[in-house]
């Protein structure tokens, strides 16, 4: 019952199915000064290493990372040296309720958050004790709570439930001795992890979501703010770099020999933006995932000086002016290549994917929450409302499909060129495939995996239609029409292992053109409308949300 009420804490608000204005934020204060720094070395030669603090630095020396356009501030831009930049710095964390907290926070970020403290007390410390910390895994992220209520606690949890908490502690990734996300996958009988030993944005989501709801709020802040720091890294592929505010894909912690010392090393974050990923996609989903993370985060924990924080707010800003960057295309949907979501390999979703829309209206809505008022965001905030009005708009006009739609589709007329068109996207009728006729129930609906000019994808995807749901994208009453589908095609959707991450399974010719003949999704297999019963939180979220508002 505590678990339902906290995902609605989360996710409820988050897109009001009536857009409103934007709700007063506190004004941010722009004099912010650098914090002394820790910076953790380990000598082989010495069991015992010294941390030396260094000097503070003025924030007159300071450049700040800034966003062009929409009128906002403008920083001094800079090249930032990668090792540099993402190697350990540690200093004493306050938690949320102002007490310290009995964690390592790494955060060279956070030299700009005025409200931590200073760093006090004997100015050397134990290599020893920050591994101490880190082999404390449990009272790392309990924000100080004491091993024997930690203990009473476990003694009346189901054994389900500990176990399941075990195992995600025992795949949280370290930095500096502080908890900074989980791994993508812990199997200890696989030897071929490939990119499975690494922190992924959307794989930490569901994780954060849980350490939120315990009250574990260290490791999800550390991630916010570390992620931030990777995002617009001067990263390249054949001498093209991505744009500014691309959050990674994922990131790993390496250690390295130190600069100028080989009997030292150092740890340092190795961020993935696609560069290296299988068909090398940049992911577009991390940077919306982020930004809903964070809201979560404040309205979980109370903490809201995160989401106040000057280089946050301009991480945000970075993110938006991304997406909402002019192109060529004249749809208010996202265009983007295939394999840049969940769905990361070939499987015909390039173009407008449902999964991007409800990730970009949730995203935009959150922002729209967090963005502090100030002039210089004024014109951010404008593109984003209109931004808003149109997706919402043409996702629940052109993607909805029920038995209705259907019909009206089948009397498509087409090559019509007028501005009042009827099929204003030029779909062919005959290009309704044969399972759907059989397959939509007289009641219920649900929203298309995707739509271009002469083209509907009317594959059902999961994730797609219950975010649509949980950030209020989709209607009410399209909402409850998803779910009857769900409850009347539950052998197909849900059956003895939940839940399809997309129905039906390309198979055959189809298969082979349009994934190329991937082995690994072949039909009714991973991408390919496999299992994944990491979506059942998401499809509890929806339909708890939308019974909560009934």
């Known amino acids: 019952m505590a678990t ?9 608000g988050v897109a009001p199915r009536n857009l409103c204005s934007d709700p007063s934020s506190n004004a941010l204060g722009l004099a912010y000064s650098f914090n002394s720094r820790l910076v953790s070395t380990k000598r082989s030669a010495s069991k015992k290493i010294k941390i030396p603090v260094y000097a503070s630095i003025q924030s007159s020396t300071s450049e700040t990372r800034g966003v062009e356009g929409f009128g906002g501030s403008s920083y001094n831009n800079r090249r930032i040296d990668r090792l540099k930049f993402s190697s350990c710095r540690c200093q004493r964390a306050e938690g949320v309720g102002g007490t310290t907290t009995g964690n390592w926070f790494v955060d060279s970020a956070d030299d700009l958050n005025p409200l931590n403290t200073m760093v006090n007390g004997p100015h050397v410390l134990n290599f020893d004790d920050v591994k101490q910390l880190k082999e404390e895994k449990t009272d790392s992220m309990s924000n100080g709570a004491p091993i024997a209520s930690s203990t009473i606690h476990r003694a009346n949890v189901d054994p389900i439930e500990e176990e ?19 791994i993508a996958a812990n199997d200890p009988t696989s030897s071929n992890v490939l990119n499975y030993d690494q922190v992924f944005i959307r794989d930490f989501i569901p994780s954060g ?4 709801l315990k009250g574990e709020y260290d490791i999800v802040r550390n991630f916010i703010l570390h992620t931030l720091q990777l995002q617009s890294w001067e990263k390249t592929m054949d001498c093209h770099s991505p744009g500014q505010g691309l959050m990674p894909a994922s990131f790993k912690v390496r250690t390295v020999p130190l600069d100028g010392d080989d009997s030292a090393t150092e740890e340092v974050l190795d961020p993935d933006f696609g560069e290296a990923a299988i068909g090398r996609v940049a992911p577009v989903d991390s940077g919306l995932w982020w930004i809903i993370l964070l809201r979560a985060y404040g309205k979980i924990s109370g903490d809201l000086s995160v989401q106040e924080r000057i280089d946050v707010q301009t991480g945000i800003k970075m993110i938006l002016k991304l997406c909402l960057a002019d192109g060529f295309d004249m749809f208010p949907t996202l265009l983007v290549t295939d394999g840049s979501c969940m769905i990361d390999r070939r499987m015909g979703i390039h173009g407008h994917p449902l999964e991007i829309q409800a990730l970009f209206y949730s995203a935009l809505m959150s922002a729209r929450e967090m963005l502090a008022p100030e002039d210089g965001s004024a014109d951010l905030i404008r ?14 006009e052109y993607y909805w499909i029920d038995l209705r739609k259907l019909n009206e589709i089948y009397r498509y007329k087409t090559e019509e060129y007028s501005y009042d068109a009827v099929n204003k996207f030029n779909i062919y009728p005959d290009q309704i495939p044969p399972w759907l006729v059989e397959w939509i129930p007289n009641r219920g609906g649900y929203l298309i995996g995707n739509l271009q000019p002469a083209h509907m994808d009317f594959r059902f995807f999961s994730l797609g239609n219950f975010w649509s749901i949980v950030s209020g994208l989709a209607t009410v009453d399209q909402s409850h029409a998803i779910l009857d589908l769900i409850e009347a095609k539950w052998a197909d959707l849900v059956s003895d292992m939940p839940l399809k991450i997309c129905y039906p399974a390309l198979e055959g010719q189809e298969w082979q053109i349009i994934t190329g003949s991937d082995p690994k999704n ?8 496999g299992s994944w019963p990491t979506l059942l939180w998401q499809w509890f979220a929806a339909h708890s949300g939308l019974h909560k508002d009934e």
């Open 4 to 12: 339902a009420e906290g995902v609605l804490q989360v996710f409820s």
């Open 164 to 182: 399941a908490w075990d195992l995600l502690r025992d795949s949280v990734v370290y930095y500096c001795g502080s908890p900074i996300g989980t």
């Open 209 to 212: 979501i849980a350490f939120l």
């Open 383 to 396: 593109a984003l409302n209109n931004r808003l009005v149109a997706l919402s708009f043409h996702i629940r």
């Open 522 to 529: 072949t039909p009714w297999s991973y991408h390919n409308a």
